[in-house]
């Protein structure tokens, strides 16, 4: 399974930015969907999170600004990111749960990372 994320970029304060992951290879099912995001010397930490039953899960320095979604027919997650700040800066990585076979569990699978710069 490959996932493949992008749409990040530079953006001033206040401005909008969508990301996109596709998840691509042998996959059966997938649960969760969600982003994360990582600054250099700190923890990765959670942005917001689409469960397979259709629950929603943000960060809540995101709440209110930030809004994901996921597309099943296209196995993809998508992160609208509006009212943009410079705290938001950061290398954004998708992660997908799937099951390549119905007998199989869930494994955790990560995009690469796409950096999001917001600054004037």
């Known amino acids: 399974v490959q996932l493949q994320a992008s749409g990040g970029g530079l953006v001033q304060p206040g401005g909008s930015l969508r990301l996109s992951c596709v998840a691509s290879?042998?996959?059966?099912?997938?649960?969760?969907m969600g982003w994360y995001r990582q600054v250099p010397g700190k923890q990765r930490e959670l942005v917001a999170t689409?469960?397979?039953?259709?629950?929603?899960n943000y960060n809540n320095s995101v709440k209110g600004r930030f809004t994901v979604s996921r597309d099943n027919a296209k196995n993809t997650v998508y992160l609208q990111m509006n009212s943009l700040k410079s705290e938001d800066t950061a290398i954004y990585y998708c992660?997908?749960?799937?099951?390549?076979?119905?007998?199989?569990?869930?494994?955790?699978?990560w995009g690469q990372g796409t950096q999001v710069t917001v600054s004037s």
């Open positions: 290879g042998t996959i059966f099912s997938i649960s969760a």
């Open positions: 689409s469960g397979g039953g259709g629950s929603i």
């Open positions: 992660l997908v749960k799937v099951n390549s076979r119905p007998w199989e569990t869930f494994r955790d699978y």
